[in-house]
Structure formats: structure tokens, C-alpha cells
């Protein structure tokens, strides 16, 4: 199925070149798993991508490429401070009945869900394999909201089960959205089930209040 709301084309173009972090690749990979359409816009990013690095020139080699290049095999592949879970077995916080969570994540590890603010809970998740700072889980239960927040920097968010709306637009199942600095709002769950999402996050939400900012501490826990 194709989803209402996309990734901006540049966000899926750094995704197909590599440029884009892990934690926010994470969430791009969650929606490329419900829409066709960005499926199929990858492939394109990836053929142009393949298209330019073949016209690329040849570059001179170092002079000590060789030496280099048998001075590395001989050291070995570094091992990950952590290695991957094995498949199946990373650790997941309790979900609701039929919500599963994408494949792209089945190397993540997640806690437990933490209070974030009434019918609000938070779980913080890591890849082991890489740094991916600021990726979380949010569920929110029906009706409540967020408060009004702004953000620093750029936040991905792909939605996983229910839905929620803002000043912008409804986002549901398998919706993608993508906000920056420009951006201050207040999600809202507007069905009747809890709405769970994937959010990374390039800097931290801006809370207005001292609320706001107590609610944030235990988001960035």
C-alpha cells in the first residue's frame, strides 16, 4: 500500500546515498516497509546515484595504496563495541495486541515503556551496531496530547499504529512526517486506539513552559 504522507525527496535522496543517520534511516526504512511509492522513488534515487558514480573520472591511487590496503586485511575487520542482537531475540517493550514492529528494527534493542506524562509513555532504542541517538518509541492513548512544542533541529517520525493530528495535517498508520525548526505543534490522538510511533530526532523538541521542559528531561532519559 502507498501511504498519505512522504519524506521530503531529499530526506529519501540521502537515505539512497547513505548521507542520512542511522537513527532517522531507521525511521525511513519503517515507512518504505507501507508505502510503495516511496519504494519506488528509492529505486530511482539509487539508479541515479549508480548513473553518476559511473561517470565519475578515475582517480590517481596512492602510492602506498597496496601497502595500505594488505596492512588492513592483516589487521582484521574492527568488532562492534556490542554486537547485533541475534534476529528475533532484541528486547521489546510490552505492545499492544496486532502491533508488530518493522522489520528494519529487528536488531534494535528498546527499554522498557517509561511514564512521560499522563496516557503518555516513552521507550528509548538503540542499534548496536551503530550510534543512533534520538531514536524512540512514543505511545500515546487515545485523546491526549503532546504540549504545544517546538524543535531544534530536524525530527522523522513514521506512524505505527493508530493516528494523531496537528495544526498541519492527519497522519495515520504508515504516515510519515517530517518537521524542522520552522514547525511548532501539538499532536493530538484523534482515533479510538492508542497511537504508537517511531520518532528520531536531530536535536531536541523546543517545550514551551517549565512543564513542558519536565516532560522533555524524562523524553530525553
Request: contains cysteine.
Amino acid at each position: 500500500m502507498s501511504s498519505m504522507h512522504h519524506p521530503h525527496d531529499e530526506t529519501l535522496a540521502r537515505h539512497a546515498a547513505g548521507s542520512l543517520g542511522p537513527a532517522a534511516s531507521l525511521v525511513v526504512e519503517s515507512h518504505l516497509a507501507h508505502c510503495s511509492t516511496c519504494r519506488a522513488a528509492m529505486t530511482d534515487f539509487e539508479a541515479v546515484g549508480g548513473a553518476l558514480f559511473e561517470c565519475l573520472p578515475p582517480g590517481a591511487a596512492p602510492a602506498d595504496g597496496l601497502a595500505r590496503a594488505l596492512a588492513a586485511i592483516e589487521r582484521g575487520s574492527p568488532q562492534p563495541a556490542t554486537p547485533p542482537s541475534p534476529r528475533g531475540k532484541a528486547t521489546r517493550p510490552a505492545l499492544p495486541t496486532g502491533v508488530a514492529l518493522p522489520a528494519s528494527l529487528d536488531n534494535c534493542d528498546f527499554g522498557q515503556w517509561r511514564w512521560m506524562a499522563p496516557g503518555i509513555r516513552v521507550s528509548s532504542a538503540k542499534a548496536p551496531w551503530a550510534k543512533a541517538e534520538g531514536l524512540k518509541l512514543l505511545r500515546i492513548e487515545p485523546g491526549k496530547k503532546l504540549l504545544r512544542h517546538g524543535h531544534h533541529g530536524a525530527e522523522w517520525t513514521c506512524i505505527l499504529s493508530g493516528s494523531f493530528s496537528d495544526e498541519r495535517a492527519r497522519f495515520v498508520k504508515g504516515d510519515f512526517a517530517e518537521v524542522d525548526e520552522d514547525v511548532d505543534h501539538q499532536p493530538v490522538v484523534d482515533g479510538d486506539e492508542e497511537c504508537i510511533c517511531l520518532i528520531a530526532q536531530e536535536g531536541r523538541m523546543r517545550p514551551h513552559g517549565l512543564v513542558g521542559r519536565l516532560y522533555q528531561m524524562v523524553f530525553d532519559a
